[in-house]
Each structure stands twice: as structure tokens, then as C-alpha cells.
């Protein structure tokens, strides 16, 4: 990697605040998933409550403790766990930032990776009876109009699926640890707002949009399964444009 990489600045910055045992520990990239979840979660969640009024804040609130009860105190538990006991995930922690096109080569590969994986998954999961009826469709329980935190409603196992799916570019493959931040942070974030609910201009363009992942959660035959991009869905048939 290129010592004079533009990013040189930011991961000198990160080095420096937590340190290569910190970076190294799984907590770092816990957190860019955590942060994924709760940055898009609050904001749309403050545009539901007050700014559209589609939800009062009571109703908002239920959403996201039936949503979030478990995981959110999973990462507390999870972050004393690292801290009591450290652990590592690199063996190496690099002192050189990424290059620019390091970092938009990984996060390209990245998000096709992790969707093409999950929409084979995600459309396994309908196919298969057993796991549909005792595991997905605990997140089929909520119907358009969704929130924001039906991204999270989830059955344990599917949590844990998923996330390997997602992830699994970052996962198999040696990419630098703020590349896996970023990416680990940025997927998350858009499988959030695929079920924000809302139409958002230039962002349709690119992510799979909620408009239509909402035909996904209102139809018994899938449609529109990915929920990061719309590229498998529109290579393998399963596509349905939103009117």
C-alpha cells in the first residue's frame, strides 16, 4: 500500500485513538455494523416522528424495542466481553492507509459480493418451508407500511446468516481494516434503508429501493429479494418496479 495514500491522515488519526489492539479487536468492526444500524435508524426515525408524523414517538418507540431489544444489548454485552477479554482478528495491524482505489475496488466488490451471495440465501429462505415458517418469517410479520427497524426484526438465526452473507467479501478476502469498516458500516446502512419506507432521488438510482421491497413484504410469491442492489433481481427474474 502506498505510503502517501490520501487516507494516510484518517488512519493515522484512528491508529492513534485506539491503537493497533484496538483495531485489531472485533469490537472495531462491531461498532462500523453498529453504527450502520443506529446512524440511518435515528435519523429516519426522527424524519417518521416528526417531520412526516407517520408515527408518534410511542409507536416509533415499540418498532424499534421489538426490533432492537436483543441486539442492542448483544453489543453492550459483546463490547464488555472484548474488553474483559481481548481478542484479535489481525495478526498484523497495517501502519499504511489504503490507496483511493484500494478502497473503491473493495467496497465495489464488497456490496456485488455480499448481495449476489445474500439474494441466493435470501431466495433460498422462501423456498425452503421449514426455515420460511420458523425463521423468516419472523421478519415477514411486518407488512408495508414498514419502519426502519423492520430492517432488524429478525429471527436470531437469520441475524447470523445474514450477516455472514453480507459481510463475506470482508470476511474471506484480505482487505485492509478501514476498507472493513467502511464497508462493514455502508452495507448495514443500506439494508436499513431499504426498508425505510420512503422514495429517496439519486439513491434509488443505485440501492435496491423501499418502495420495492415493499412488494417484497406484501407478496407470498418473492419478488425484489435483494436488499442492497437490484442487479440479481433484475439478472434472474425476480424484479418488480414500484409504480
Known sequence: ???????????????????????????????????????????????????????????????????????????????????????????????????????????????????????????????????MKHVHYHHHVDTPPLTIWTAMVVHPVEGFTVFACFHIYGILFPIHPLTFAVGAFSVTAVNMITHCGYRLPVYDWIFATSREHDIHHSHREPRNIS???????????TFQKAH
Open 1 to 131: 500500500m502506498e505510503a502517501g495514500s490520501a487516507l494516510q491522515p484518517l488512519w493515522d488519526w484512528v491508529l492513534r485513538h485506539l491503537g493497533e489492539t484496538g483495531v485489531a479487536s472485533p469490537a472495531f468492526l462491531l461498532t462500523a455494523v453498529v453504527a450502520g444500524i443506529y446512524l440511518p435508524g435515528l435519523v429516519f426515525s426522527f424524519v417518521d416522528v416528526f417531520v412526516t408524523r407517520r408515527l408518534t414517538l410511542a409507536q416509533c418507540w415499540a418498532v424499534y424495542w421489538r426490533a432492537m431489544k436483543w441486539y442492542g444489548s448483544l453489543y453492550v454485552v459483546a463490547m464488555i466481553a472484548f474488553w474483559a477479554v481481548p481478542m484479535t482478528l489481525l495478526s498484523r495491524v497495517p501502519t499504511a492507509a489504503p490507496t483511493t482505489w484500494e478502497v473503491c475496488r473493495d467496497i465495489l466488490l464488497y456490496f456485488l459480493v455480499g448481495d449476489f451471495v445474500s439474494y441466493f440465501w435470501h431466495r433460498l429462505e422462501h423456498r425452503q418451508g421449514w426455515y
Open 227 to 237: 436488499v442492497m442492489l437490484s442487479i440479481c433481481d433484475r439478472m434472474f427474474g
